[in-house]
């Protein structure tokens, strides 16, 4: 029932809040508590009538502890609302130009640390108070005074308050858990815990230890100084003689933010201290006025959060698929979660031997990340999380589409249906026909290419090739006229001049992927050339092996498919490599390449195509073996590695020259 989900909500973020405003132990990620507070806010604006007066839409943080004097802000101290990619950002931009015309913003490092007010009378530190729940905060005058970036008096004798960040650097987080370890006590988790720690300390000498620093970003009360922009609130701040952090710009438009958040997202390793993401500012006070408060944000300013390379969420179900091979995967079923910058609710398991090795169970907490940056993956379980409710894994031993014994050869790990009138495998394999790395037949989703083989337009690969046959009858169908039933027509006619790799890769042999249908292309040149190749000259060939000659070698052997190759013949495919002779380029040949992140004005394929026509290598991993990393918008993991690792890094324009 939704009323019991929302008070589900309730308790998971109340519970949480404690955990990580009062405790400094988190129970659940960053992440986690996003999504399930976003999930409440949804189910509260639906069902008002189910909102619970304690719930956590309406809090700001987490509840007071006893041990320090409790203090209250004069003007609440809120949180901002949260984005996570270029379309939530934009559509945050135009909420804004609903009320102000030709908005300036200012873009900030989000400081991983704990949220801090400085109160000065007569130019003097009197007080400093934490957010606690943004009303009622906790007074930590005492140990704020010990760090040396909090000016103990100002340059003015003015009575102000200043908020900010209280943060420890990275090199001070690994030296206390250095000391920790030595002293065999429990590590922090990461340096925002440990800072908010240690200004809980009920002794100043500790707390003076931990030598904590301080960003100010924030005057709440800046017209009355004569003010009219945050920015010039952030020139005064320093004018004052505090810190402020020197990363901030001004910037004209949204495309300025998102310029910012691409740089900081490729640099943000260079920092001395975490960041987890970037605010983004309306700069004018009176435009901050005019848009106003939610109940628990400002409408003038959100955070834009790092897409996390590696999320948490609950494993609902195990379901499996049959490919075009036949093989019959379980896949997992997920509460949806962002990770970097979709929405993940699948995630492939592989195989029955890798659920088993990580121990899966349905119900589980599970970690995920993007295998390559593309395909998401289970790769761990909370197993500390389970409450007993949890459901053991079972492989399924029958194929979910059409009933028959799975069968598990000795030699792999995964199991296959071999009823050769599967649908599923046939409809699988007419999907893999059309995709982008294969013959490139663009407007036939999965949905359409089911529906023509049910109707029986198409049960082969022969079949696209003849649809014009039945043109009339399509045009009739519903959702179908004579403009899309033309453009399809016309792309399956383009298909037939691609070249010889994407054929190959296009007729589905097991185990010749895209890459190694380009290696054999290049080499014998026609298709009817490599079907009369022995195993043993193909095992000899650079980068095949036996596997992939195997499995050739039987393809070609079999009737079935000699018939529909030459049938494709008949239709007028090209059988021959079109592919240019590689030129030598002294950045590129010889070279080996990883790509991560997004391209924005070539794709990956096209990337990969390019650096391998020019004589190069494309690599998925990063190892000391490559020479240079290729960094687009949001680069995973293997940009971190590249650094670690001191390989080349080239973004986009860089790439571009050296093509």
Same mark, same amino acid.
């Given at each position: 029932?939704?009323?019991?989900?929302?008070?589900?909500?309730?308790?998971?973020?109340?519970?949480?809040?404690?955990?990580?405003?009062?405790?400094?132990?988190?129970?659940?990620?960053?992440? !986690?508590?996003?999504?399930?507070?976003?999930?409440?806010?949804?189910?509260?604006?639906?069902?008002?009538?189910?909102?619970? /007066?304690?719930?956590?839409?309406?809090?700001?943080?987490?509840?007071?502890?006893?041990?320090?004097?409790?203090?209250?802000?004069?003007?609440?101290?809120?949180?901002?609302?949260?984005? @996570?990619?270029?379309?939530?950002?934009?559509?945050?931009?135009?909420?804004?130009?609903?009320?102000?015309?030709?908005?300036?913003?200012?873009?900030?490092?989000?400081?991983?640390?704990?949220?801090?007010?400085?109160?000065? /009378?007569?130019?003097?530190?009197?007080?400093?108070?934490?957010?606690?729940?943004?009303?009622?905060?906790?007074?930590?005058?005492?140990?704020? /005074?010990?760090?040396?970036?909090?000016?103990?008096?100002?340059?003015?004798?003015?009575?102000?308050?200043?908020?900010?960040?209280?943060?420890?650097?990275? !090199?001070?987080?690994?030296?206390?858990?250095?000391?920790?370890?030595?002293?065999?006590?429990?590590?922090?988790?990461?340096?925002?815990?440990?800072?908010?720690?240690?200004?809980?300390?009920?002794?100043?000498?500790?707390?003076?230890?931990?030598?904590?620093?301080?960003?100010?970003?924030?005057?709440?009360?800046?017209?009355?100084?004569?003010?009219?922009?945050?920015?010039?609130?952030?020139?005064?701040?320093?004018?004052?003689?505090?810190?402020?952090?020197?990363?901030?710009?001004?910037?004209?438009?949204?495309?300025?933010?998102?310029?910012?958040?691409?740089?900081?997202?490729?640099?943000?390793?260079?920092?001395?201290?975490?960041?987890?993401?970037?605010?983004?500012?309306?700069?004018?006070?009176?435009?901050?006025?005019?848009?106003?408060?939610?109940?628990?944000?400002?409408?003038?300013?959100?955070?834009?959060?790092?897409?996390?390379?590696?999320?948490?969420?609950?494993?609902?179900?195990?379901?499996?698929?049959?490919?075009?091979?036949?093989?019959?995967?379980?896949?997992?079923?997920?509460?949806?979660?962002?990770?970097?910058?979709?929405?993940?609710?699948?995630?492939?398991?592989?195989?029955?031997?890798?659920?088993?090795?990580?121990?899966?169970?349905?119900?589980?907490?599970?970690?995920?990340?993007?295998?390559?940056?593309?395909?998401?993956?289970?790769?761990?379980?909370?197993?500390?999380?389970?409450?007993?409710?949890? /459901?053991?894994?079972?492989?399924?031993?029958?194929?979910?589409?059409?009933?028959?014994?799975?069968?598990?050869?000795?030699?792999?790990?995964?199991?296959?249906?071999?009823?050769?009138?599967?649908?599923?495998?046939?409809?699988?394999?007419?999907?893999?026909?059309?995709?982008?790395?294969?013959?490139?037949?663009?407007? @036939?989703?999965?949905?359409?290419? !089911?529906? @023509?083989?049910?109707?029986?337009?198409?049960?082969?690969?022969?079949?696209?090739?003849?649809?014009?046959?039945?043109?009339?009858?399509?045009?009739?169908?519903?959702?179908?006229?004579?403009?899309?039933?033309?453009?399809?027509?016309?792309?399956?006619?383009?298909?037939?001049?691609?070249?010889?790799?994407?054929?190959?890769?296009?007729?589905?042999?097991?185990?010749?992927?895209?890459?190694?249908?380009?290696?054999?292309?290049?080499?014998?040149?026609?298709?009817?050339?490599?079907?009369?190749?022995?195993?043993?000259?193909?095992?000899?060939?650079?980068?095949?092996?036996?596997?992939?000659?195997?499995?050739?070698?039987?393809?070609?052997?079999?009737?079935?498919?000699?018939?529909?190759?030459?049938?494709?013949?008949?239709?007028?495919?090209?059988?021959?490599?079109?592919?240019?002779?590689?030129?030598?380029?002294?950045?590129?040949?010889?070279?080996? @390449?990883?790509?991560?992140?997004?391209?924005?004005?070539?794709?990956?394929?096209?990337?990969?195509?390019?650096?391998?026509?020019?004589?190069?290598?494309?690599?998925?991993?990063?190892?000391?073996?490559?020479?240079?990393?290729?960094?687009?918008?949001?680069?995973?993991?293997?940009?971190?590695?590249?650094?670690?690792?001191?390989?080349?890094?080239?973004?986009?324009?860089?790439?571009?020259?050296?093509?």
């Amino acid at each position: 029932m939704i009323q019991d989900r929302i008070k589900k909500l309730t308790d998971i973020l109340n519970k949480a809040n404690y955990n990580y405003h009062v405790l400094d132990k988190p129970t659940i990620t960053d992440q !986690e508590y996003d999504k399930y507070l976003r999930e409440l806010i949804n189910l509260e604006e639906e069902n008002p009538e189910f909102k619970d /007066k304690n719930s956590p839409t309406t809090r700001i943080g987490g509840e007071v502890i006893d041990e320090f004097n409790k203090v209250t802000h004069e003007i609440p101290m809120l949180s901002l609302s949260n984005v @996570f990619n270029e379309e939530e950002i934009r559509k945050f931009d135009e909420r804004i130009k609903r009320e102000v015309k030709d908005p300036k913003y200012v873009c900030e490092l989000k400081i991983d640390g704990l949220s801090i007010s400085l109160l000065y /009378k007569d130019g003097k530190l009197v007080r400093g108070a934490t957010r606690g729940d943004g009303v009622v905060g906790e007074d930590i005058t005492t140990n704020a /005074k010990t760090i040396k970036t909090i000016p103990l008096e100002i340059i003015e004798k003015r009575n102000i308050e200043i908020r900010g960040e209280i943060y420890m650097s990275k !090199e001070t987080f690994n030296e206390l858990n250095e000391e920790k370890k030595k002293n065999k006590e429990e590590l922090f988790a990461n340096p925002r815990n440990a800072a908010a720690g240690s200004v809980r300390q009920l002794d100043s000498k500790i707390a003076a230890k931990r030598k904590l620093d301080c960003f100010l970003y924030h005057l709440p009360n800046a017209e009355e100084y004569g003010i009219n922009t945050h920015y010039e609130a952030l020139e005064y701040i320093k004018k004052l003689g505090l810190i402020v952090n020197p990363n901030i710009k001004k910037v004209d438009n949204i495309d300025g933010v998102l310029n910012y958040i691409e740089y900081w997202a490729n640099n943000r390793n260079t920092l001395p201290y975490e960041i987890d993401g970037i605010v983004i500012k309306l700069d004018s006070l009176k435009d901050q006025k005019r848009m106003g408060y939610t109940a628990k944000y400002p409408k003038w300013a959100t955070a834009y959060k790092f897409p996390a390379t590696l999320v948490l969420t609950k494993l609902k179900d195990i379901i499996f698929t049959v490919g075009r091979t036949g093989q019959v995967t379980p896949n997992a079923i997920l509460e949806p979660v962002i990770l970097m910058g979709s929405t993940i609710s699948k995630a492939t398991l592989h195989n029955e031997d890798y659920v088993k090795a990580l121990g899966l169970k349905i119900g589980d907490i599970v970690a995920i990340k993007k295998a390559g940056d593309v395909i998401p993956e289970v790769v761990s379980v909370e197993s500390d999380r389970r409450d007993g409710t949890e /459901k053991e894994f079972i492989m399924a031993q029958n194929c979910p589409i059409c009933g028959s014994r799975l069968i598990r050869k000795e030699d792999e790990s995964a199991y296959y249906c071999h009823n050769p009138h599967c649908d599923a495998k046939r409809i699988e394999s007419l999907i893999h026909y059309t995709d982008r790395p294969a013959m490139n037949i663009n407007g @036939f989703g999965d949905s359409i290419i !089911e529906d @023509f083989y049910n109707m029986g337009y198409l049960k082969n690969f022969k079949d696209f090739y003849k649809l014009k046959e039945h043109k009339k009858e399509l045009m009739e169908l519903e959702g179908f006229g004579e403009k899309s039933i033309n453009n399809l027509l016309e792309e399956i006619e383009l298909s037939k001049q691609n070249s010889l790799e994407k054929l190959l890769f296009a007729l589905g042999i097991r185990h010749v992927g895209s890459k190694t249908a380009k290696i054999l292309s290049k080499k014998y040149k026609n298709l009817k050339n490599l079907m009369s190749v022995s195993y043993e000259e193909l095992v000899d060939v650079k980068d095949i092996g036996e596997v992939i000659a195997k499995s050739l070698t039987d393809y070609f052997q079999e009737e079935k498919n000699i018939n529909l190759i030459n049938e494709l013949e008949k239709q007028g495919l090209n059988f021959n490599y079109l592919g240019k002779q590689e030129i030598y380029n002294e950045l590129i040949s010889g070279k080996k @390449f990883v790509l991560t992140g997004t391209l924005n004005t070539i794709t990956r394929e096209e990337a990969k195509s390019r650096i391998e026509d020019l004589g190069g290598e494309t690599r998925e991993s990063v190892s000391k073996a490559i020479d240079v990393v290729i960094v687009g918008t949001n680069p995973g993991s293997k940009y971190d590695k590249a650094v670690k690792l001191n390989i080349e890094i080239w973004n986009e324009d860089e790439f571009l020259k050296a093509l």
